[in-house]
């Protein structure tokens, strides 16, 4: 800064130097020298080609008075000035929208998200960080001032599709899975088998046709029971219960197969009613912080488990959840593992799950089931030494394609 200081004092309406001044107050967090040290360098920048240093001037006094409080007219003012010096440029609109984020003027904040979007592509980035990394902080604010202004499925579709249109930060990443999560992005289709379906079932097993409905979201009860060719008297772990009835994958199993089994879930209501309404046990646990090979062996757990469910939010913690099993110690005939790929912001967690699985010996039978056509939320697999191989190789479909649940087990 003394050095800086000096340079400045032999030469002070250079307006570089009071650009650089500016930015070492701001550091600082003077912000009020800074304003000042910005507006001399914009009072000083004459010549056409110093047209990009003033308009990131008034960029860089906007976010000072931000950082000020209390400021809001100031803030907005500096940035509409910026627009009219070089209206081709996102920046400004970005902030502008960020601006009326905070002061909950929907329409404001998506309409310069949108001004901004259509900018053209930048080829000179500005001298210092103002927190614009891509386009793709327009998109998030028009997604989040959609949600706000009635867009709704314009807000879900833009959520959903930036992790795929754009290499995201992983600050950005954060944000995307977290309104992901807050405004519920998933799809509404559910489908239950009943006996009318019965002569339309690919899969037929002992005991299906004394089946009246099943109760999962996606038949995933059902696939288990078809790839144990109807098993009786097996046993669960189910991780992550939810419902002890609705859109359950073990209810089924428990009520006309004679299972057992042990469930796990974070959520105390949902507990509650599970042991008060079933006869197996649920137990309220933070299925992240389990020692799963003493769980197991204080409940007295089998060695060869005929199926394991993993279904938890976010996918890092299914992930993570799947990681802490002891998979050394047991083998487990079915697994549902749900990935939620489709709301996965990072896109990590389907490839690393199907890449430890295969590391421990499962195989995939079904990858990318969805409710829908497109919405791609598990992978289902088998142990290869505790299921039949002729079922395992009539039930197999595996490709790149997305699965809907229902043409799958219907053969449609």
């Not at 340079?7 to 002070?12: F, G, H, I, N, T």
């Not at 984020?101 to 000179?124: D, H, S």
């Not at 960080?129 to 989040?144: N, P, R, T």
């Not at 996918?315 to 050394?328: D, V």
Request: aromatic share 14%; proline share 4%.
């Amino acid at each position: 800064m003394d050095d800086l200081l000096l340079e400045y004092s032999a030469d002070p309406k250079n307006s570089e130097l009071n650009f650089e001044l500016a930015v070492a107050y701001k550091d600082l967090k003077h912000y009020a020298a800074a304003c000042s040290y910005f507006l001399r360098c914009a009072e000083w920048a004459q010549l056409p080609e110093d047209r990009i240093l003033v308009y990131e001037a008034l960029l860089q006094m906007s976010v000072c008075f931000r950082e000020l409080g209390n400021r809001e007219w100031s803030e907005e003012g500096w940035l509409l000035h910026a627009v009219s010096l070089i209206p081709e440029r996102p920046e400004a609109y970005w902030l502008l929208s960020l601006l009326y984020e905070r002061q909950r003027k929907w329409q404001e904040c998506y309409m310069f998200a949108v001004i901004g979007l259509n900018c053209p592509k930048i080829t000179y980035h500005l001298k210092n960080d103002i927190g614009y990394e891509s386009s793709y902080v327009l998109e998030f604010q028009k997604a989040v001032a959609a949600w706000w202004t009635g867009r709704l499925s314009e807000s879900r579709m833009i959520f959903m599709t930036m992790p795929d249109r754009f290499r995201l930060s992983e600050r950005y990443v954060q944000l995307v899975q977290h309104n992901i999560s807050s405004i519920g992005v998933g799809p509404r289709v559910f489908d239950y088998y009943n006996r009318s379906k019965l002569q339309k079932f690919r899969f037929k097993f002992p005991g299906i046709e004394n089946i009246e409905s099943n109760y999962s979201q996606v038949y995933q009860d059902m696939f288990v029971l078809a790839m144990l060719d109807g098993k009786r008297n097996g046993y669960y772990l189910e991780i992550g219960s939810s419902d002890p009835f609705h859109f359950n994958n073990t209810w089924l199993l428990e009520k006309e197969f004679g299972w057992k089994g042990i469930s796990i879930d974070i959520n105390e209501h949902d507990v509650e009613v599970f042991s008060k309404s079933r006869k197996n046990a649920c137990v309220c646990r933070d299925a992240t912080t389990i020692n799963y090979s003493r769980f197991l062996t204080g409940i007295g757990a089998p060695a060869d488990i005929d199926y394991l469910q993993l279904d938890c939010e976010p996918p890092a913690t299914t992930y993570k959840i799947l990681t802490s099993i002891p998979f050394e110690i047991y083998r487990f005939a079915v697994i549902t593992f749900e990935h939620d790929y489709y709301v996965d912001a990072s896109r990590r967690y389907r490839d690393l799950s199907r890449k430890f699985l295969k590391s421990m010996g499962y195989e995939l039978v079904v990858n990318n089931v969805s409710p829908d056509d497109k919405s791609s939320f598990e992978d289902w697999w088998v142990h290869p030494a505790l299921v039949d191989s002729k079922i395992l190789k009539s039930m197999c479909n595996v490709d790149d394609k997305v699965k809907c649940a229902e043409k799958y087990m219907m053969g449609g």
